[in-house]
């Protein structure tokens, strides 16, 4: 336990519930109950101008999972208190009204968000009650794990062997037997609106995820029976369902905890897991996440500012038309429109053809890396303000430890590599599925009698590329060079 618990029994204490919708492996909810208190679940669907407002993918999330939450509080006897509004006031007309001794929670690390939290902190104090903030949503906090001179690490490599190296994840924290609310008023979830209706394009992402606690417990299963163990050389095959863990959208919603994932995998490489080198490469990649947070919580303006303040004056060259075949999966480059398609369809992409994605819009379009932030904050159900942010300057060359401007992923190239067999394209681009292997990731390449079998017409039914490669590639280095010049 991180705070000295005082003795709150026949009194009410609020769980103030953000980003960790979970009741097992909760550090907050777990001191709540050792207080002897009677814990009210609270979460606030809040209205802030300071606050970035969910995207549409992710509200759809929340929905399922708020229900999925408010079954579970039930089923210990408690309701799940869900309320509108300015978060601060929110909680204190809350307190008031039950006349509660204070409020508990998991911490989080946005600018916006740790002012309202801190403000929330010194009123409740002020009113002599008690707000006490716990590690939920991380392995360890942003600035626990510093560099030989006392910095924040910039780099990922060096920052994971300082996480492998000296944390150990506490034993878990027990879910509450029992929890109260009954009799106090919320809000439906069902009125909140949260499921997408202009449009609802949704329907596809049922058949893949089961949004709440209980899902993101069995897709962790379900991943260490048949994914861990292959997962350093499956990890960049898009076209393979189990070649990732899918954990995302669970970890950004808090539906599991880094530290249950954590000790699952050391505990499998503690009894002689014999690929421990694909179980320690899938812990890097959780630990991807806690330094996205490292970066954010030093960088609180990494969400919409260049890390790399060089990238200040890039000439940029927007382009709506552009913006919008890139966003409907109509560019002309296989890899790129499947991976468009996946994630409106499902709500996610891969994590290598986001990188491919990502490449194509901010080098060979010239795109603000901003412009596609905010178009995976609207369609990603694991939207995430650190990993986001970090994902798309790593991959526009603007962020810590980034991949070199220089480095244009080549999206044919990439496609042959890494979707070889064309399982991944065909399924996303149906109308492409007759071509030959040899011509699927470059159908322009192929003679007029191929296209023609395959049934494709370019520019008809298949766009033509939206940008010659080497073309774009060489503007994307010239502009990369008036930034050099001006240092
Ligand atoms: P797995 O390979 O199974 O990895 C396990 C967990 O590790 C993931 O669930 C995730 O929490 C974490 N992780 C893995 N790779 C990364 C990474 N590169 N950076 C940070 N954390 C990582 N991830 C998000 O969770 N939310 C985002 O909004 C997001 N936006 C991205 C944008 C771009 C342009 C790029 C290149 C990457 C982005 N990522 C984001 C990172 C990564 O693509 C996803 O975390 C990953 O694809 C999720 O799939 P998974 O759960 O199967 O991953």
Same mark, same amino acid.
């Given at each position: 336990m991180e705070a000295i618990l005082p003795?709150?029994?026949g009194k009410k204490l609020i769980v103030w519930l953000r980003r960790d919708l979970?009741?097992?492996?909760?550090a907050a909810i777990a001191a709540a109950v050792e207080t002897g208190a009677e814990i009210i679940c609270l979460y606030v669907l809040e209205e802030h101008a300071k606050l970035r407002g969910l995207g549409g993918a992710s509200l759809w999330w929340l929905d399922k999972s708020l229900k999925s939450l408010r079954s579970d509080v039930s089923s210990r006897g408690g309701k799940l208190i869900c309320r509108k509004g300015d978060p601060g006031a929110v909680v204190m007309d809350l307190v008031k009204e039950i006349d509660a001794a204070g409020v508990y929670w998991g911490r989080r690390y946005g600018r916006a968000e740790r002012d309202i939290d801190g403000h929330l902190k010194e009123t409740l104090a002020n009113d002599g009650l008690c707000a006490e903030s716990f590690t939920?949503?991380?392995?360890?906090?942003?600035?626990t794990i510093k560099t030989s001179s006392g910095g924040y690490y910039k780099v990922f490599t060096p920052y994971w062997r300082a996480v492998k190296t000296c944390y150990e994840a506490p034993a878990p924290f027990p879910a509450p037997e029992k929890l109260g609310g009954q009799g106090i008023d919320g809000d439906r979830i069902?009125?909140?609106?949260?499921?997408?209706?202009?449009?609802?394009?949704?329907?596809?992402?049922d058949d893949k995820w089961t949004p709440g606690e209980d899902g993101a417990v069995a897709r962790l299963q379900r991943f260490l029976d048949n994914?861990?163990?292959?997962y350093k050389s499956a990890?960049?095959?898009?076209? /393979?369902? &189990?070649?990732?863990?899918?954990?995302s959208p669970h970890l950004a919603f808090g539906e599991i905890s880094p530290a249950q994932i954590w000790r699952s995998v050391t505990s499998k490489i503690n009894h002689g897991f014999k690929q421990d080198d694909s179980a320690w490469t899938f812990l890097s990649e959780v630990v991807w996440r806690e330094f996205s947070y490292v970066l954010l919580y030093h960088n609180p303006e990494m969400t919409r500012k260049n890390?790399?303040?060089?990238?200040?004056s890039m000439p940029w060259r927007p382009n709506a038309s552009r913006l919008e075949r890139w966003q409907k999966g109509q560019t002309g480059y296989p890899i790129v429109d499947a991976g468009m398609r996946q994630l409106w369809t499902t709500g996610w992409m891969h994590n290598r053809v986001r990188m491919i994605v990502a490449s194509l819009l901010t080098?060979?379009?010239?795109?603000?890396?901003q412009d596609g932030e905010a178009w995976f904050w609207d369609? /990603?159900? &694991?939207?995430d303000p650190a990993s986001n942010a970090c994902g798309w300057q790593w991959t526009a060359g603007s962020?810590?430890?980034?991949?070199?401007?220089?480095?244009?992923?080549?999206p044919i190239t990439q496609g042959q590599k890494f979707d070889e067999t064309g399982e991944y394209v065909r399924k996303w681009c149906p109308e492409l599925a007759g071509l030959p292997d040899k011509h699927?990731?470059?159908?322009?390449?192929?003679d007029q009698e191929t296209l023609e079998k395959a049934g494709v017409t370019l520019g008809e039914t298949y766009p033509k590329p939206i940008i010659d490669h080497s073309e774009g590639r060489q503007r994307a280095l010239e502009a990369w060079d008036t930034l050099k010049k001006q240092e």
């Open positions: 003795d709150l029994k979970r009741l097992r492996d909760n939920t949503a991380l392995l360890t906090e942003p600035w069902e009125d909140w609106g949260l499921h997408p209706t202009d449009p609802d394009w949704s329907s596809g992402f994914g861990l163990r292959e990890r960049n095959r898009p076209d /393979l369902e &189990d070649g990732t863990s899918g954990l890390y790399n303040d060089r990238f200040d080098k060979h379009l010239l795109t603000p890396w369609t /990603l159900v &694991d939207a962020g810590a430890d980034a991949s070199p401007y220089f480095r244009v992923f080549n699927l990731h470059a159908p322009w390449e192929a």
